[in-house]
């Protein structure tokens, strides 16, 4: 019984100290201070998700949304609710940042409806589909840099890991079928990190679309597609034009 108490007693002084790792990467990553709304104290790490387009979406794209805010552990679509999900994230903080950045996004049409659930977990089996242990999962490597992209999606979408070919009319056509493009722009930047990965340079993007609506169903259909042997990533920029 003692064993026990002092088993439980680790366990969570170890999810305290992962937490407050977590809160000074974040604080860190935004200038010293939590987004507005986060509390930083979070311990649920479900979302449930509703009134999804279930013509549009599935585990994939909703994945490609979510993971913008952490790592996903697994994704369940609601046979008996179809137009809800639920959403099991890495942890506490990061589901905190979700549920406010896209509670009301419109995307394919329909505004989301975002929510902790009172779910502490998913429960893995035939009609979850696994992340856990994805290459796609942007936080297991250089977390405070991808808390710097957290924000509510926007107009503006960011692209990298292209090939060092590609032009402007290149990314017009990847992802002109979501939405009117009001303004791109393809760039180099020095990439010290990426030659550090066998990368001297990185090619990116920048795409502006009338709605942050376009802007959410282009990242969410495009994140992680094959271009020429690379995986486009994608992320909302805060950038106000271009």
């Given at each position: 019984m003692e064993q026990n108490a002092q088993a439980f007693n680790q366990i969570s002084k170890n999810i305290a100290s992962h937490m407050m790792a977590n809160a000074a990467a974040i604080a860190a990553a935004f200038g010293g201070g939590l987004p507005p709304g986060i509390t930083g104290t979070n311990d649920r790490c479900t979302i449930l998700v509703a009134n999804l387009n279930l013509d549009r979406i599935d585990e994939d794209k909703l994945f490609n949304v979510f993971a913008i805010y952490g790592n996903i552990v697994r994704i369940k679509l609601l046979r008996n609710k179809?137009?809800?999900?639920?959403?099991?994230?890495?942890?506490?903080?990061?589901?905190?940042?979700?549920?406010?950045?896209?509670?009301?996004?419109?995307?394919?049409?329909?505004?989301?409806?975002?929510?902790?659930?009172?779910?502490?977990?998913?429960?893995?089996?035939?009609?979850?589909?696994?992340?856990?242990?994805?290459?796609?999962?942007?936080?297991?490597?250089?977390?405070?840099?991808?808390?710097?992209?957290?924000?509510?999606?926007?107009?503006?979408?960011?692209?990298?890991?292209?090939?060092?070919?590609?032009?402007?009319?290149?990314?017009?056509?990847?992802?002109?079928?979501?939405?009117?493009?009001?303004?791109?722009?393809?760039?180099?930047?020095?990439g010290k990190k990426q030659a550090l990965v066998q990368f001297e340079t990185e090619g990116q993007a920048i795409v502006q679309f009338e709605t942050e609506g376009q802007a959410a169903e282009a990242l969410v259909c495009k994140h992680a597609r094959p271009l020429s042997g690379s995986a486009i990533r994608i992320s909302f920029s805060q950038l106000q034009n271009i």
């Open positions: 179809p137009d809800h999900a639920l959403i099991q994230m890495g942890d506490g903080f990061q589901a905190e940042l979700a549920v406010p950045f896209l509670k009301g996004v419109m995307l394919f049409g329909k505004r989301l409806e975002v929510n902790f659930s009172k779910h502490p977990n998913i429960t893995q089996g035939a009609e979850t589909h696994e992340y856990v242990n994805s290459n796609l999962n942007r936080f297991n490597r250089n977390a405070a840099k991808n808390y710097r992209y957290c924000c509510s999606p926007t107009k503006m979408i960011h692209l990298s890991t292209l090939p060092q070919d590609i032009t402007e009319e290149d990314i017009v056509s990847l992802v002109e079928e979501h939405g009117t493009i009001v303004n791109n722009k393809v760039f180099e930047v020095n």
